[in-house]
C-alpha cells in the first residue's frame, strides 16, 4: 500500500518551472489519474493533493483521496453517488474521464474543498484516514495562502505595467508589436515559456495571469529592467541579452 506520508503536497494546474510553487513537474488538469490511482501502486516521489483550475479554486480528485486514504477508488465513488446531494449542497459534483492502465475509461470526481472536507468525514477513522486529513487540511491552506500572494503581486505589477506602456511609446528603437514582444520575453526569461504556450498549459487568459507569486515577483524585476533600459534608448537586443543573463 502507499506511504500516506507521501501524500502531502499541492500544485497548480499548469505550472512547470523552479520558478513554480510546485515540488516537481506540472501535470495538466487531470493527466495525474485514471488507473494508477484505482490500482493504489506504490510511488517513489510524492502525490499533489490539491490542485487550482482555471478559475483559480483550489480542488482535489477521489482518486486522490481514495489513493492517500488507502480506500478503492470505486467503493469511494459509490459513497459520493450515495450522498450526492450532501455534497452538491456545496456545489454540482462534477467529474472528468481519465484512462486506465488497462485503456478502460474511469470517471473521477472533482472535488472543491467543502466537498473535499465533507468526504473524509464518512470514512472510518483509519490511520491513512487521520493523516490524510491532516494533510489535505494543510494542502487547501497553503494553496489559499499562495493565491492571497498571488492577488499581491498582480496588485503591484499592474503599475509597472502602465509603466513600461509609458516608457514604449518613446522609445525610439522600439520593434513592432513592442509591448507584445517585450511581454512574451519577460515571461520567457522568467518561465523559459511564452504567451501563448502558458496560456494554453496554465488555462491563462493571457500568461502573467498564470504565474505563480514567486513568478510574478521575477517578472516585475525583469519588467523594471527593461523600463530602465527603455528610458536608456536600448535596442531590443541589448534587453533581451540583459533578461536571459539574469
Not at 488507473?35 to 517513489?44: L, V
Amino acid at each position: 500500500m502507499l506511504d500516506s506520508g507521501a501524500c502531502y503536497l499541492w500544485q497548480y494546474q499548469g505550472f512547470v518551472g523552479s520558478n513554480s510553487f510546485l515540488p516537481r513537474k506540472f501535470f495538466p488538469l487531470g493527466t495525474v489519474l485514471g488507473g494508477k490511482h484505482e490500482q493504489q501502486e506504490e510511488r517513489s516521489e510524492p502525490m499533489e493533493l490539491v490542485y487550482m483550475d482555471g478559475k483559480k479554486e483550489p480542488y482535489t480528485l477521489s482518486s486522490i483521496v481514495a489513493e492517500c486514504a488507502e480506500i478503492k477508488h470505486r467503493n469511494l465513488k459509490i459513497l459520493l453517488n450515495k450522498h450526492r446531494e450532501d455534497f452538491e449542497s456545496f456545489g454540482k459534483v462534477q467529474f472528468k474521464i481519465s484512462s486506465s492502465e488497462s485503456g478502460q475509461n474511469v470517471r473521477d470526481y472533482i472535488l472543491n474543498e467543502q466537498q473535499a472536507t465533507l468526504l473524509i468525514t464518512y470514512l472510518r477513522n483509519t490511520e491513512p484516514v487521520k493523516e490524510f486529513k491532516k494533510n489535505l487540511v494543510k494542502a487547501f491552506f497553503e494553496m489559499r495562502d499562495e493565491l492571497s500572494k498571488r492577488y499581491l503581486q498582480r496588485e503591484l505589477e499592474k503599475p509597472k505595467r502602465k509603466s513600461l506602456t509609458e516608457a514604449i511609446q518613446t522609445w525610439e528603437k522600439a520593434p513592432k508589436h513592442a509591448y507584445s514582444t517585450l511581454t512574451n520575453l519577460i515571461l520567457k526569461g522568467v518561465t523559459g515559456k511564452n504567451k501563448a504556450q502558458l496560456m494554453k498549459e496554465r488555462e491563462s487568459k493571457n500568461g502573467i495571469d498564470g504565474l505563480t507569486s514567486v513568478e510574478l515577483t521575477n517578472y516585475q524585476r525583469l519588467e523594471d529592467m527593461a523600463i530602465a533600459m527603455i528610458n536608456l534608448n536600448r535596442g531590443y537586443s541589448e534587453i533581451k541579452e540583459l533578461i536571459f543573463k539574469v
